[in-house]
């Protein structure tokens, strides 16, 4: 895996952290910048953690997925491209989903930065299957970093602009995965 992947597959996994930093911004009230930071933070803390845990999960049952490898990562990220793609359709289709109450807590923000992270589990067992050698140290030190950056970019934005925004970041990500599962497939099966 080169590093314009690793890069991309960031992207695609902090494509909902992001837009869920944009609902935020725009939704609570009380968001200011200590709130702000704790946002960015547990949201990159979270993505960054998801893979390594996925990773350590795929490395003890390697033995066992090394003939599949391909087919787990393209399966594994389809499913998430296109839960993700989906999900973002339905808000588009359906606005009030993206309703938050009016202040943000703690309790808020650690169950949002878990469940937009979840999908970063399967990326990280996904990457275990892989046969070349790679840094999950690396891997997981650019997903948190550019999660990091993401979320606060989300945060300015949602000030300036509208829903719509938020709900196509995440259909965005989604192709991102789904792309990034079919590149894996097809360098495994035909080179």
């Given at each position: 895996m080169n590093f314009f992947s690793i890069i991309m597959i960031s992207v695609g996994l902090a494509m909902d952290a992001f837009a869920v930093a944009v609902s935020n911004s725009m939704?609570?009230?009380?968001?200011?910048r200590k709130w702000a930071f704790i946002n960015v933070a547990l949201f990159g803390i979270a993505q960054a953690m998801m893979p390594m845990i996925g990773w350590g999960l795929g490395k003890?049952?390697?033995?066992?997925?090394?003939?599949?490898?391909?087919?787990?990562?393209?399966i594994l990220l389809s499913y998430i491209g296109i839960k993700m793609i989906v999900e973002g359709i339905q808000k588009l289709r359906n606005p009030e989903i993206m309703e938050f109450d009016k202040k943000i807590t703690w309790n808020i923000l650690l169950?949002?930065?878990?469940?937009?992270?979840?999908d970063a589990l399967a990326?990280?067992?996904s990457l275990a299957a892989l046969p070349e050698k790679i840094s999950i140290t690396t891997i997981i030190l650019i997903i948190g970093m550019i999660t990091f950056v993401l979320v606060g970019i989300g945060l300015l934005m949602g000030k300036k602009i509208g829903n719509m925004i938020g709900e196509k970041a995440e259909i965005f990500g989604g192709i991102i995965l789904c792309f990034i599962g079919l590149k894996i497939f097809i360098e495994h099966v035909f080179f």
């Open positions: 939704c609570y009230k009380n968001m200011n003890a049952f390697q033995v066992y997925i090394e003939k599949i490898d391909h087919y787990v990562a393209l169950i949002q930065a878990i469940a937009t992270s979840i990326v990280g067992i």
